[in-house]
């Protein structure tokens, strides 16, 4: 069992939210190497629940 990937997916989906504020401060000093492309718009269709709220949430963290 890896230890770290279950970590990983609780911090995911902000069960652990202190330890997402320690992976943005770690990552804060690394360069950005990944080339993002701007889609324009996006439909989300059904963010009333859970899922869809945190869907929009990444989404407009992003762009």
């Not at 279950?6 to 997402?20: C, D, G």
């Not at 360069?31 to 718009?41: D, I, L, Q």
């Amino acid at each position: 069992m890896k230890i770290g990937r279950i970590i990983e997916t609780l911090a995911y989906f902000e069960v652990l939210p202190f330890f997402k504020c320690f992976q943005k401060l770690f990552r804060f000093n690394q360069a950005k190497t990944e080339t993002t492309k701007n889609m324009g718009k996006i439909l989300v269709v059904g963010a009333t629940g859970g899922v869809g709220k945190r869907v929009v949430k990444i989404l407009l963290e992003n762009n």
